[in-house]
């Protein structure tokens, strides 16, 4: 079936301008992931989703990011006034999430990433 | 917080050799952990992972790892390694706290040497 879906691949922006980001994750999972990937930070958790509701924003690193998910599906990372140090590779991923109650609702998958380069 | 060590940068070995990939972890509680693998342009795959029960966990590719409690250890191994096992992997770990965020290792690069 359809893996975890990113758009777009590559994002390149000059600096100040907002990004969207947009991700698709599989189908019937309910939980969804942020991460960022950086050379000098490796991976970073930025913000989980469970449904529409986001339990765990904690790793949002300034007020300039912030996501949404909607209908508990396709979920849209936004960067405001975008900084040369946010340039990373930014992942998603999901999980069959806490509802699920079996031991695959453990297992998060990536999706292959949205590069970004803040010129 | 939960918190991975991969101690070594790059793990070289000769194809047909014996590979093993190292992971310490730091959590609050019982763990549960995986592995990761992201080959070049591409996103995170998994590999296995330890949620309960037995503590020698196979998964994809030939690859196992053990959980070791007492040493809070996770290593990655491989009886034989291929030239096409040349990648990036990471270990990542999860509390039981409800807390669903996976904190991940630096991530070890993998040559596999003809």
């Known amino acids: 079936g359809a893996g975890v879906s990113q758009s777009p691949s590559n994002k390149v922006t000059e600096k100040g301008k907002d990004v969207e980001l947009r991700c698709d994750p599989i189908s019937g999972h309910t939980a969804l992931y942020w991460y960022r990937q950086s050379l000098g930070q490796g991976l970073e958790f930025l913000i989980y989703?469970?449904?529409?509701?986001?339990?765990?924003k904690s790793g949002l690193p300034s007020d300039r990011f912030s996501a949404e998910r909607t209908g508990g599906s396709v979920s849209t990372l936004t960067i405001q006034r975008t900084q040369q140090e946010d340039s990373a590779v930014y992942l998603c991923?999901?999980?069959?999430?806490?509802?699920?109650?079996?031991?695959?609702?453990?297992?998060?998958?990536f999706g292959p990433g949205t590069r970004l380069t803040v010129t | 917080a939960q918190s991975v060590a991969q101690p070594e940068d790059q793990v070289n070995v000769a194809e047909g050799n014996p590979l093993t990939v190292k992971c310490t972890y730091s959590v609050s509680g019982n763990p549960y952990l995986f592995w990761y693998v992201q080959y070049p342009n591409r996103g995170l795959q998994f590999l296995l992972k330890?949620?309960?029960?037995?503590?020698l966990v196979k998964g994809s590719y030939g690859f196992e790892a053990e959980f070791n409690k007492s040493q809070t250890s996770f290593h990655l191994k491989k009886p034989s390694a291929l030239v096409s096992d040349s990648a990036l992997y990471f270990c990542?770990?999860?509390?039981?706290?409800?807390?669903?965020?996976?904190?991940f290792g630096k991530g070890n690069q993998v040559v596999v040497i003809p």
């Open positions: 990542a770990v999860r509390d039981t706290t409800g807390n669903n965020r996976l904190a």
């Open positions: 989703f469970q449904g529409n509701s986001a339990p765990d």
């Open positions: 330890y949620i309960t029960g037995d503590n």
């Open positions: 991923a999901s999980s069959l999430g806490a509802t699920s109650g079996g031991l695959d609702s453990y297992e998060q998958y």
